[in-house]
Nanobody, 124 residues
Framework: QVQLVESGGGLVQAGGSLRLSCAAS????????MGWFRQAPGKEREFVVV????????YYADSVKGRFTISRDTAKNTVYLQMNSLKPEDTDVYYC?????????????????WGQGTPVTVSS
């Protein structure tokens, strides 16, 4: 049974940082493209970043380039999202997802497995 469990969300002031974790079980993160998405109430789920199976390629949404960094610890089978210079616009529920597609999938429909989400609130 595949499980993706996000953690690390919370309340932070604008300009601050958070690190989200995605602990995977039932799948090996190095065999999937692993992505982060975010979603606000009433809005579509939005692509944030993806890391390739090899870990060597990363693709970021323009809105987070230079501020967010995805990484992976294969020994822990965990993916991380380091979020710096947070803005109120980053307030969303953040979801970890796994895709069987190679390359850099950026569409919700490209992903096969999803976590339950962890909320991030950035105050101004």
């Amino acid at each position: 049974q595949v499980q993706l469990v996000e953690s690390g969300g919370g309340l932070v002031q604008a300009g601050g940082s958070l690190r989200l974790s995605c602990a995977a079980s039932g799948l090996t993160v190095s065999r999937y493209s692993m992505g982060w998405f975010r979603q606000a109430p009433g809005k579509e789920r939005e692509f944030v970043v993806v890391i390739s199976r090899s870990g060597s390629n990363q693709y970021y949404a323009d809105s987070v380039k230079g501020r967010f960094t995805i990484s992976r610890d294969t020994a822990k089978n965990t993916v991380y999202l380091q979020m710096n210079s947070l803005k109120p616009e980053d307030t969303d529920v953040y979801y970890c997802a796994a895709s069987e597609w190679g390359g850099s999938p950026s569409e919700v429909r490209d992903y096969n497995y999803w976590g339950q989400g962890t909320p991030v609130t950035v105050s101004s």
